[in-house]
Nanobody, 123 residues
């Protein structure tokens, strides 16, 4: 059973930084894609960043390019999302997910999800 547990959320002033972590219980063939998604109140869930574990390739939503970085530490089964220059519009519940290729921002197949971590950016 694959389990994902996020941590590192919180409140920060605009312009600040936060790092989210996602502890992954185990890797299987259908966890070759890892991603971060977010959902703000009244809005649909959107992909923020995805990573192909095998080749290390990444993709980012236009709204976070240059500010957010997705990375992995295979040794301790952890996925990270470094968020810099945070804006009030980044306020949302952030979810870690794992799934099968293609590791796409849109149309990807994600089988497992974490419980979410709240990120609040104040002006």
């Amino acid at each position: 059973q694959v389990q994902l547990v996020e941590s590192g959320g919180g409140s920060v002033q605009a312009g600040g930084s936060l790092r989210l972590s996602c502890a992954v219980s185990l890797y299987v063939d259908s966890t070759n894609c890892m991603g971060w998604f977010r959902q703000a109140p009244g809005k649909e869930r959107e992909a923020v960043a995805v990573l192909n574990r095998g080749v290390g390739s990444t993709a980012y939503a236009d709204s976070v390019k240059g500010r957010f970085t997705i990375s992995q530490n295979n040794a301790d089964h952890t996925l990270y999302l470094q968020m810099n220059s945070l804006k009030t519009e980044d306020t949302a519940q952030y979810y870690c997910a794992a799934g099968s290729p293609p590791c796409a921002l849109i149309g990807g197949t994600y089988h497992w999800w974490g419980q979410g971590a709240q990120v609040t950016v104040a002006s």
